[in-house]
């Protein structure tokens, strides 16, 4: 499925939102990464301890290449892509808003390629059939007008019978 190579560019400009967000939050794109890595198929938390050690070392002691550059060497050892130490180290030091992008890129196309992982990783939320009322009118002498609702395909009508019940008949709700 996929080669020895990065399937995700290191520079992306657009869509301008994960750019943006790589550049301006880099310790919580860094953060949800990091649980990636550790657990797919958890949501990350928004205070994890990788954000706030990354968003220390950014800020504090501008080492949060080292950081990346171990990121990035466990990505690829894992999905086994062609590079080296040296060239890790010096992506991560000079493209570190790049590399964070690219780390989360990269992982959320594997991991949607694999089939795992949280909603996270592809956004996969489906709402639920939505509820819906209907208007069950019966013939005069049978128990008059009913209301009722359905989700999906079970129906209930508003004295609590369910449709095998209306089915047998008025004397069974």
Same mark, same amino acid.
């Given at each position: #499925?996929?080669?020895?190579?990065?399937?995700?560019?290191?520079?992306?400009?657009?869509?301008?939102?994960?750019?943006?967000?790589?550049?301006? *939050?880099?310790?919580?794109?860094?953060?949800?990464?990091?649980?990636?890595?550790?657990?797919?198929?958890?949501?990350?938390?928004?205070?994890?301890?990788?954000?706030?050690?990354?968003?220390?070392?950014?800020?504090?002691?501008?080492? *949060?290449?080292?950081?990346?550059?171990?990121?990035?060497?466990?990505?690829?050892?894992?999905?086994?892509?062609?590079?080296?130490?040296?060239?890790?180290?010096?992506?991560?030091?000079?493209?570190?808003? *790049?590399?964070? #992008?690219?780390?989360?890129?990269?992982?959320?196309?594997?991991?949607?390629?694999?089939?795992?992982?949280?909603?996270?990783?592809?956004?996969?939320?489906?709402?639920?059939?939505?509820?819906?009322?209907? #208007?069950?009118?019966?013939?005069?002498?049978?128990?008059?007008?009913?209301?009722?609702?359905?989700?999906?395909?079970?129906?209930?009508?508003?004295?609590?019978?369910?449709?095998?019940?209306?089915?047998?008949?008025?004397?069974?709700?």
């Amino acid at each position: #499925m996929f080669s020895g190579e990065w399937q995700t560019n290191l520079i992306r400009c657009f869509p301008c939102g994960p750019f943006w967000r790589a550049i301006c *939050c880099p310790c919580v794109v860094y953060g949800e990464t990091a649980q990636r890595l550790r657990d797919p198929t958890v949501d990350a938390e928004k205070d994890n301890d990788e954000c706030v050690e990354f968003g220390r070392d950014y800020c504090l002691f501008s080492t *949060c290449a080292l950081d990346l550059k171990e990121h990035r060497a466990e990505i690829r050892r894992r999905y086994r892509i062609k590079g080296s130490p040296a060239n890790d180290c010096l992506v991560s030091c000079f493209c570190s808003g *790049c590399v964070v #992008m690219q780390h989360d890129d990269e992982l959320k196309a594997r991991l949607a390629a694999a089939g795992v992982g949280s909603s996270v990783v592809g956004d996969q939320y489906k709402a639920e059939e939505p509820m819906q009322m209907q #208007m069950q009118i019966q013939a005069p002498g049978r128990g008059g007008h009913q209301q009722g609702y359905t989700r999906g395909t079970a129906q209930k009508s508003g004295r609590g019978c369910d449709n095998e019940a209306q089915e047998q008949g008025p004397q069974r709700c």
